[in-house]
């Protein structure tokens, strides 16, 4: 079965960092590409950023409102998404998930992890 | 960026009615586009790819379709598990955007 977990979410002051982790299982996680998209509370979602595979070396792409703030990394060896999250802000309260492209189907997104939540506040 | 305009953003509807849910993008998108169903405190899921085409597991009573820049989400007969919100989702280029979501509530 194929299943993605985060965890890392935590309560932390504006300005701070926090690591989050996605750790995925039933397929080969090299072969994907990989998402992150986040919803805040009571709201629609919003996607955060993309990481391709290793043959398109590991490149990334991010939302505006996260550009320069967040960065997305993986370790295929250990089969672990991340999003490291620094400058956090209020308005990055939300819950975050990953996801996996599937390349066979569009490039859509399937499946979704559980979420995991972030809250900033002072 | 593509803008994704999603209509209407909440519905009510009776069990066994057919809801239709739309999604227009601010320019061409060929197919690229997804919809998702999300019900509260959950992850959301995949129903449809490439605009019409059904994601495994589905039930047939969900489709989708295109024409143009606007894109239909169908569910022809309202089932009691239908109830959340949904969302389309286009990935034809960098930023992804998705549509501001569709609460289908009951009547």
């Known amino acids: 079965e194929v299943q993605l977990v985060e965890s890392g979410g935590a309560l932390v002051q504006p300005g701070g960092s926090l690591r989050l982790s996605c750790a995925a299982s039933?397929?080969?996680?090299?072969?994907?590409?990989m998402d992150w998209v986040r919803q805040a509370p009571g709201k629609g979602l919003e996607w955060v950023g993309h990481i391709r595979r290793k043959s398109s070396s590991y490149t990334t792409e991010y939302a505006a409102s996260v550009k320069g703030r967040f960065a997305i990394s993986r370790d295929d060896s250990k089969n672990l998404l991340y999003l490291q999250m620094n400058s956090l802000k209020t308005e990055d309260t939300a819950v975050y998930y990953c996801?996996?492209?599937?390349?066979?189907?569009?490039?859509?997104?399937?499946?979704w992890g559980q979420g995991t939540l972030v809250s900033v506040s002072s | 960026d593509i803008q994704m305009t999603q209509s209407p953003s909440s519905l009510s509807a009776t069990v066994g009615d057919r809801v239709t849910i739309t999604c227009r993008a601010s320019q061409g998108i060929r197919d690229d586009l997804g919809w998702y169903q999300q019900k509260p405190g959950k992850a959301p899921k995949r129903l449809i790819y490439?605009?019409?085409n059904l994601s495994s597991g589905v039930p047939s009573r969900f489709s989708g379709s295109a024409s143009g820049t606007v894109f239909t989400l169908t569910i022809s007969s309202l089932q009691p598990d239908d109830f959340a919100t949904y969302y389309c989702l286009q990935h034809y280029t960098y930023p992804l955007t998705f549509g501001g979501g569709t609460k289908v509530e009951i009547k």
């Open positions: 039933g397929f080969t996680f090299s072969d994907y590409n």
């Open positions: 490439d605009a019409s």
């Open positions: 996801t996996k492209v599937d390349s066979s189907a569009d490039d859509s997104f399937d499946p």
